[in-house]
């Protein structure tokens, strides 16, 4: 059983965190500017509470770069499903609506509830290396048909569901 667990909701300019106990009772809470120094003002808040892990709402995505610099400190890292958040902010409120003070509790208890919950890792750079060598990107405005440069993996470029061959990535090879 996790004797602290800190949940964090990222956003672009500031991080929310609250840390609650096994029962849920909160701990403490504390608001940091998204910056270089984020992770020591954390970790320097979170000493009290040795038995910690981390519930970062969206670690793979907008939390990304929190959860990597986290664990890199060596801390243990949850990924919390933003809908797992929602769930509990509806059961506990009537409503999924968020607000910055109270987005990262429900991020921490869903956490503690939820069974299977996927642990963080660390980025393997051998890999993020390997897709810039395998993909290029093509964009017909910008370049002609022969020009070709590599690109980051097809999932940055991406968002809100779009298709990779939609913008012009094209695995190489396959031109």
Do not use: F
């Amino acid at each position: 059983m996790v004797a602290v667990m800190i949940g964090i909701d990222p956003h672009k300019a500031s991080h929310t965190a609250v840390a609650i106990n096994a029962a849920e009772e909160p701990l403490g809470q504390l608001q940091v500017r998204a910056c270089a120094a984020q992770v020591e003002r954390l970790l320097a808040w979170a000493q009290a509470w040795p038995e910690r892990t981390w519930a970062v709402e969206g670690a793979g995505g907008l939390g990304h770069l929190l959860a990597q610099q986290l664990l890199a400190a060596g801390e243990r890292v949850l990924d919390m499903p933003p809908k797992l958040s929602a769930r509990v902010r509806l059961l506990e409120a009537g409503d999924t609506n968020k607000n910055d003070p109270n987005d990262a509790r429900p991020a921490a208890v869903a956490a503690l509830r939820s069974r299977g919950v996927r642990e963080a890792s660390r980025d393997d750079h051998a890999a993020v290396l390997k897709v810039w060598s395998l993909c290029r990107y093509r964009h017909k405005d910008h370049y002609p048909d022969t020009a070709v440069m590599p690109i980051p993996a097809a999932g940055v470029l991406v968002g809100g569901g779009g298709r990779a061959r939609d913008i012009g990535i094209i695995p190489a090879g396959s031109a």
